[in-house]
């Protein structure tokens, strides 16, 4: 849980330091979920929290009972502070706040691990100028408490309002809330237990985009040094939202089974305001980049699989409606897996000579009716394709979560995977 203020929340012109902490615990293979009453948005959707845009700690501390028994988290991250004058000389009575809140949760939950953190300066002055002060007393108060379930995380030892805050100079920019996710990160660490997933990932630029850093290739290389086949694989998220990390664990299954494999960026209109169609061309750029870079990962350029989810898997499927011939042949797949795909983009495109492609749909998905979805199928086969469907029966859209624990419909899916990648000889 991020208990706090707007720097957890998140607001106009900012975002919260949850979604780049999520990101780091997702890539070093935790099982996790964020809880509390508020959800921000993010380039994944939506996270939950409980931060309070503009309150201060005593009313933290008047709402404790009740949200804590709630949402009772085995760790919280605390970072508030602000929201006072320095006229009010609140130091005190926010230290007694503290005190109480840390009290209360510990009673709710004894095996609660709480993580209080100092407070990131201002340059919002003088109102602000009494945070040095409630930073040392709040590591005194650390200090005093002697509990084991009590940790201090120093979160203004390295921070700068000058380059880490927005233009009021209250709340993280980008730099800001990366570091704020890397000091909880460097705390959480050590108090966590083994992560079940351990990923080994490069992660390369593949396209210059303006106005932000390139798309970046996750890129998971097998141990052996051989020409290996390779998969690429794009995010859900209806094009509005979505991450590459989605398909670390598939990545890493298929890179130990001797596959080059590859989890995309490509633009969104969160994080990017781009259209359906941007979002294509990046992904014909990604497949063709994936070949014209064959060699430099030891890739068969003529066994390269294209996968994706719902969107990503729509995508997919367009890819393989490109013709042999034609002036986009590079990003044309060899093979399609394709996960609860939303068949809009390609099901008037459809034509002879496509790519073998295997197809999970859930029964009962919101997007693509299985009515529709079995149509999909006959027209493929029609054309002289081949498609291997498989319904889920009673599943829904996505047929499971990425960021929930995973159910055995995920182990179900992998094995088909892997036995369509076996008959076409890109996996032994």
């Known amino acids: 849980m991020g208990f706090g203020d707007s720097i957890t929340e998140?607001?106009?012109?900012f975002e919260t330091y949850l979604y780049p902490l999520w990101e780091r615990l997702f890539a070093a293979g935790?099982?996790?979920?964020?809880?509390?009453?508020?959800?921000?948005?993010c380039r994944i959707g939506k996270l939950a929290n409980c931060g309070f845009r503009g309150k201060n700690v005593e009313f933290l501390e008047s709402i404790t009972d009740s949200v804590y028994a709630k949402y009772k988290a085995d760790y919280v991250l605390i970072h508030a502070g602000h929201n006072h004058f320095a006229e009010e000389k609140p130091v005190p009575g926010i230290i007694r706040s503290y005190r109480s809140i840390i009290s209360k949760m510990l009673a709710i939950n004894p095996k609660v691990i709480i993580l209080l953190a100092t407070v990131t300066e201002s340059g919002k002055l003088p109102k602000y100028s009494y945070i040095p002060t409630l930073n040392n007393e709040i590591k005194k108060l650390v200090k005093e408490m002697h509990h084991c379930q009590v940790k201090l995380v120093d979160m203004n030892a390295t921070h700068d309002w000058r380059t880490m805050t927005i233009a009021d100079k209250v709340h993280p920019n980008t730099l800001g809330r990366e570091?704020?996710?890397k000091v909880w990160f460097d705390a959480l660490k050590p108090l966590l237990k083994k992560a079940p997933w351990k990923f080994k990932v490069?992660?390369?630029?593949?396209?210059?985009?303006?106005?932000?850093?390139?798309l970046q290739a996750h890129i998971f290389i097998p141990k052996s040094r051989k020409t290996h086949t390779a998969v690429a694989w794009f995010f859900a998220g209806g094009w509005k939202y979505g991450s590459p990390l989605q398909f670390y664990r598939e990545c890493q299954h298929f890179a130990k089974k001797g596959m080059v494999a590859v989890s995309f960026d490509y633009r969104i209109a969160q994080k990017d305001h781009a259209s359906q169609q941007d979002a294509v061309e990046d992904c014909k750029d990604a497949v063709r980049w994936l070949r014209d870079h064959a060699r430099d990962f030891?890739?068969?350029?003529?066994?390269?699989?294209?996968?994706g989810a719902s969107a990503g898997g729509s995508m997919a499927a367009l890819l393989g409606c490109i013709d042999q011939d034609s002036a986009d042949s590079l990003s044309r797949p060899d093979l399609l897996l394709l996960e609860y795909?939303?068949?809009?983009?390609?099901?008037?495109?459809?034509?002879?000579?496509?790519?073998?492609?295997?197809?999970?749909?859930?029964?009962?998905?919101?997007?693509?009716?299985?009515?529709?979805?079995?149509?999909?199928?006959?027209?493929?086969?029609?054309?002289?394709?081949t498609c291997e469907f498989y319904p889920f029966e009673d599943r829904h859209h996505?047929?499971?979560?990425y960021r929930k624990p995973l159910t055995p419909d995920y182990g179900k899916m992998e094995v088909l995977l892997s036995n369509f990648l076996k008959k076409y000889k890109f996996i032994r």
């Open 341 to 385: 795909p939303t068949l809009h983009l390609s099901e008037n495109k459809l034509k002879s000579h496509m790519p073998p492609m295997i197809m999970f749909m859930g029964t009962k998905d919101e997007f693509t009716s299985i009515e529709n979805a079995n149509e999909y199928v006959r027209r493929v086969k029609s054309l002289d394709n």
């Open 10 to 13: 998140g607001g106009d012109g």
């Open 298 to 307: 030891d890739i068969d350029e003529r066994k390269i699989a294209v996968g």
């Open 179 to 181: 570091r704020m996710a």
């Open 398 to 401: 996505p047929i499971f979560y």
């Open 202 to 214: 490069q992660r390369v630029g593949y396209k210059a985009i303006s106005g932000r850093d390139s």
């Open 30 to 41: 935790y099982e996790f979920d964020f809880v509390g009453p508020h959800e921000s948005e």
